[in-house]
């Protein structure tokens, strides 16, 4: 009697044990498959998102593809520091996370003059946001930009009266806008001047925002 229930103990164990190494290989085998879905889900995800990103900023912008010195879009915006009003040094690496739109803009320019109360207005509307609006005045000096912005402004202006940064953008006129993602790279450039406070673009900036 003894040996008969020693017996069945016995079978018991290596059936239990079986039963566990079938249902290990299996987990296995999800398992790999999920990560495969998990991957295929992502890839996705991440072109959905860049068609509406599309879908709402070209036909709100209507950007250049390229220019002469940073080549096809999207790519890497080049860094750099620049100072605002206090002295402040600004670094574009800093803005990471956020949404950046970054203005070349001069006093002297009409075209300029007649689009910055649009900036401003986009600025205010997106308030509390990750978003910021770079004005990088090419002015000689801070005079005239604080004349000009004598009652305030909410954009974060910089100053670069050498000129040095449109340059490395490959940008030959002014106005002209990059509008940089929150990985940091730029996915739109805009010559001359555009209603930024229009309501397709904003939705643009959104859509960035969410992308």
Known sequence: MRKLLAWSIAWALSG?????????????ALAGNV?????????RI?????????????????????NSALGELPTGAPEFTL????GRPIALSSLKGRVVLLNFWATWCPTCVAEMASLERLALAEQGQPFTLLAVSVDESWDAVRRFFARGTPLTVLL????????????????????IDREGRIRYYVVSDRSWDAADVKACIDALIKG
């Open 16 to 28: 239990l044990l079986a039963v566990m190494f079938v249902r290990a290989l299996c987990g296995q």
């Open 46 to 66: 991440e072109s959905g998102r860049s068609a509406r990103v599309s879908a709402a900023c070209g036909p709100a912008l209507h950007p250049e593809p390229m």
């Open 160 to 179: 670069d009266p050498k000129k040095s940064l449109p340059g490395r953008y490959g940008t030959e006129k002014f106005p002209e806008t990059f509008l």
């Open 35 to 43: 990560f495969q879905t998990g991957a295929g889900a992502f890839e």
């Open 83 to 86: 100072h605002d009003y206090a």
